[in-house]
């Protein structure tokens, strides 16, 4: 990993995959925000790779929201973030991608009340087009003693 105190990461935040001295490759994705925590990658269909992670201005401010960005099968360049989550209520953290067995996509991340974490709910997001659109949030919540999602 190359030090942050050598170069001025602003400057690379391009998304293009760049080849480091030691033989690995690395990128820095785009984003729009000064934060940026919790990236996590998932291999998509088609042999694309996506990211989700949460930023904004600080974790547990209600300007927190999830990102995704793709980089397509043999590509170079990590694609523009998509902003999946707009609460402007909670903080929604903590992102990660589950594929399930019938070919969906489901995003999963928490969501808190300007940083309690005492009201955290899990929400989803499903994208049945291996992460190009997605359906609307849902929340999960206990209703009078089932699990279900809202």
């Known amino acids: 990993m190359t030090a942050a105190t050598?170069?001025?990461?602003?400057?690379?935040?391009?998304?293009?995959?760049?080849n480091r001295p030691d033989g690995l490759r690395e990128a820095y994705l785009p984003s729009p925000c000064i934060q940026n925590h919790a990236a996590s990658l998932m291999p998509l269909p088609g042999g694309d790779l996506g990211c989700v992670w949460f930023g904004g201005t600080q974790e547990g401010k209600s300007d927190i929201s999830v990102y995704f960005s793709r980089l397509p099968s043999g590509g170079d360049t990590w694609s523009?973030?998509?902003?999946?989550?707009?609460?402007?209520?909670?903080?929604?953290?903590?992102?990660?991608?589950?594929?399930?067995?019938n070919g969906e996509l489901w995003l999963l991340h928490t969501s808190q009340r300007l940083g309690n974490q005492d009201t955290s709910v899990v929400?989803?997001?499903?994208s049945r087009d291996g992460g190009r659109t997605w359906a609307q949030v849902l929340s999960r919540r206990r209703l009078r003693g089932t699990d279900s999602w809202t």
Do not use: C, H, W
């Open 6 to 18: 050598d170069i001025d990461i602003p400057s690379l935040m391009d998304g293009a995959v760049r």
């Open 80 to 101: 523009k973030p998509v902003r999946l989550s707009d609460d402007a209520e909670r903080s929604e953290q903590n992102p990660i991608l589950f594929p399930t067995p």
């Open 123 to 126: 929400k989803r997001r499903i």
